[in-house]
């Protein structure tokens, strides 16, 4: 008969190697995808319940924003939590099973963390990027924004890396883990950062880009309204041309008179045209469409939040 005290030996000596042990989980085991997936999403705080973010409501009152920093010590308390279901918590506990335990974090944390770098990106069919969990920043928007405004995006920037940057190559835009509306229902939002935001912008979705006039006013038919635009300089090729804005120089227009008589709501397009032509540098006959997009589109709202402190 085979004893099985060599064997018993060899196993013991294994698993009070962690190194030696670590190598044999990493070369045999593998994470299964669902949990994962399981683990990303809490890695992103998905189902943590929001009185465990927020204490007090006192914290975060209607149409408020809150910064943050997520603490390591405490997302890996809240990690480790999820890894202790089934684990030995005697005093007398068994070392074998501390011993797998320890040696099979590094591969289990690898899985998780490309879980969780994957999930946006997933949803939004983008290319996963590198992520780097060591610092995570973010906030929490309370505000009927989140129920109006669904398709608002974010931009999140380190400090030297914002749109003021006078070197336009050293812009840098964070990653974005997490954006999420916290319920179908619900006036809160919440987003998590890859590394420290300095700046962040939020603003109305794209789609929101619009024609717009200044100002404009009707009283029982009389119409007063205005249009500021930025004259253009086009260079080089006729087919292929160069385009400079001239942002120094901003010209007023008065559009009082090009609306229609029969309905003070309608611009005359053509006569409108002309007129921007004419403001142009040197002035044009006419423009075309994306000329005349070029200069009546508005812009998205947006406002920008700066950390001060960083």
């Given at each position: 008969m085979l004893s099985r005290s060599p064997f018993q030996r060899r196993l013991n000596l294994l698993y009070r190697s962690p190194q030696q042990l670590q190598q044999e989980v990493e070369?045999?085991?593998?994470?299964?995808?669902?949990?994962?997936?399981?683990?990303?999403?809490?890695?992103?705080?998905?189902?943590?319940?929001i009185n465990y973010l927020v204490p007090?409501?006192?914290?975060?009152?209607?149409?408020?924003?809150?910064?943050?920093y997520l603490d390591p010590n405490w997302a890996a308390a809240l990690?480790?939590?999820?890894?202790?279901?089934g684990r030995n918590l005697t005093i007398s506990g068994?070392?074998?099973?501390?011993a797998l335990d320890r040696a099979s974090a590094p591969m289990t944390n690898k899985h998780r963390d490309l879980a969780a770098a994957a999930m946006r990106p997933g949803l939004l069919g983008q290319e996963e990027p590198v992520i780097d969990f060591n610092t995570v920043s973010g906030f929490i928007l309370r505000s009927s924004l989140v129920q109006n405004y669904p398709g608002m995006g974010v931009n999140p920037y380190p400090l030297g890396g914002t749109p003021d940057n006078?070197?336009?190559?050293?812009?840098?835009?964070?990653?974005?883990?997490?954006?999420?509306q916290l319920g179908p229902n619900s006036d809160t939002l919440i987003c998590l950062i890859e590394g420290d935001a300095y700046r962040i912008d939020i603003h109305e979705a794209p789609e929101a880009l619009h024609y717009g006039l200044d100002s404009y006013k009707d009283e029982n038919g009389q119409v007063t309204s205005s249009k500021t635009i930025f004259p253009f300089?086009?260079?080089?090729?006729?087919?292929?041309?160069?385009?400079?804005?001239?942002?120094?120089?901003?010209?007023?227009?008065?559009?009082?008179?090009?609306f229609r008589t029969s309905d003070p709501r309608t611009l005359n397009m053509s006569a409108l045209a002309a007129l921007i032509g004419s403001k142009q540098t040197p002035a044009l006959a006419s423009i075309d469409a994306a000329e005349m997009?070029?200069?009546?589109?508005?812009?998205?709202?947006?406002?920008?939040?700066?950390?001060?402190?960083?």
């Open positions: 070369d045999n085991a593998e994470l299964p995808a669902e949990l994962a997936a399981w683990l990303g999403r809490l890695r992103l705080l998905n189902g943590v319940p007090d409501e006192g914290m975060l009152p209607p149409e408020s924003i809150r910064f943050f990690l480790d939590g999820a890894y202790s279901i068994d070392t074998n099973s501390m006078p070197d336009p190559t050293k812009v840098v835009l964070l990653n974005i883990l997490r954006m999420e300089t086009k260079t080089g090729n006729p087919q292929h041309p160069s385009v400079t804005m001239d942002m120094q120089n901003p010209q007023f227009l008065n559009l009082d008179t090009y997009g070029f200069e009546m589109t508005e812009g998205v709202g947006m406002v920008s939040f700066y950390n001060k402190q960083n």
